[in-house]
């Protein structure tokens, strides 16, 4: 019911561009700007890549930091004014789409605004990206190696890099992530992004599947999952071929609606869409209409704050 009150409201829809860790999706999403589509870049408005890596190139890896939770939100919510005022989302049957990246509810120390995070879980349509294996491990050795290793502050950043490392001890225990520091101190950063993929691989599978995007949660996702793939896997990365094929995903889902709806209509019933968003949405302590129209983000979160000093 959730996908179908998302159609039937005024404004954007909102398109998430998932896949496992090294897949590119930030590249994939300022491909999609830069053809003229309507993007919100959480994790560029968060100054954080999302993992425990995420440091790694932001402002924060320079000396600076991540903004508070509260101006993570004022930020996000002048982006969608921005969209908004300049009607970037395009798309058919005069209805427009925005970007975004699939993201967990936290993003580094900044927590996602629990409308927008029950949006991005709730989205009528999820576009996966896939690459091989050995194309992901050349994307994290440029966004986190390059540069950086052989940089003037390459000794700080090794030692905040195994301290990232250790962090992960309690998942991937004492022994592997002594084997993944060893490997790191040797330079053999390839064996340290291959070990790093197969610990997220599994994490972001659990959270791509399920409802409320946790490892232990249950049920789907309650819109369309589907998948794009570069033509030739042993290519060169092409962040515009991929961006391309995402919005042939897009025009796809949009006939698939368009006959979804004829059929029901001509069936004399409402449609029916997959559910399993009842929970992410009963868990965000807003109504339907406070997560599709995020663009009043600021203000419902003003009036949380007025509530809970009354």
Not at 95 to 120: C, M, N, Q, T
Not at 191 to 202: E, G, N, P, S, T
Not at 226 to 247: K, N, Q, R, T, Y
Not at 251 to 270: H, I, N, S, V
Request: with cysteine; net charge neutral.
């Amino acid at each position: 019911e959730v996908v179908a009150a998302a159609r039937a409201l005024p404004g954007p829809r909102v398109c998430v561009v998932g896949g496992r860790t090294g897949v590119g999706k930030t590249r994939v999403l300022h491909a999609l700007r830069s053809r003229g589509e309507a993007v919100v870049d959480l994790e560029g408005l968060a100054r954080h890549r999302g993992s425990a890596f995420g440091w790694v190139g932001t402002v924060e890896a320079g000396g600076g930091a991540q903004p508070s939770s509260e101006h993570f939100t004022n930020l996000l919510a002048c982006e969608w004014r921005r969209l908004e005022a300049r009607g970037e989302a395009k798309g058919g049957r005069g209805r427009g789409w925005v970007f975004l990246e699939d993201e967990d509810s936290h993003i580094g120390h900044v927590s996602v605004p629990k409308p927008v995070y029950a949006a991005l879980r709730c989205a009528p349509l999820v576009v996966r990206v896939s690459l091989p294996e050995h194309a992901r491990v050349r994307l994290l050795l440029d966004d986190y190696v390059a540069g950086h290793a052989d940089g003037p502050a390459a000794g700080e950043w090794l030692a905040r890099m195994e301290e990232s490392v250790r962090k992960l001890t309690k998942r991937l225990g004492a022994a592997r992530v002594g084997e993944v520091v060893a490997a790191m101190r040797a330079g053999d950063f390839s064996a340290v992004a291959v070990a790093m993929l197969h610990y997220y691989d599994k994490l972001y599978d659990a959270h791509l599947a399920n409802h409320g995007g946790t490892g232990s949660g249950g049920g789907s996702r309650a819109g369309r999952l589907v998948e794009v793939a570069p033509a030739d896997p042993a290519a060169a990365f092409d962040a515009d071929e991929l961006a391309g094929l995402v919005l042939r995903r897009v025009r796809e889902a949009e006939k698939a609606e368009e006959a979804e709806e004829a059929e029901a209509e001509e069936a004399g019933r409402a449609g029916v869409v997959p559910g399993g968003c009842e929970g992410v949405i009963a868990g965000s302590g807003v109504d339907w209409g406070a997560v599709v129209l995020i663009g009043a983000l600021a203000a419902a979160c003003m009036a949380e704050r007025l509530l809970r000093r009354s």
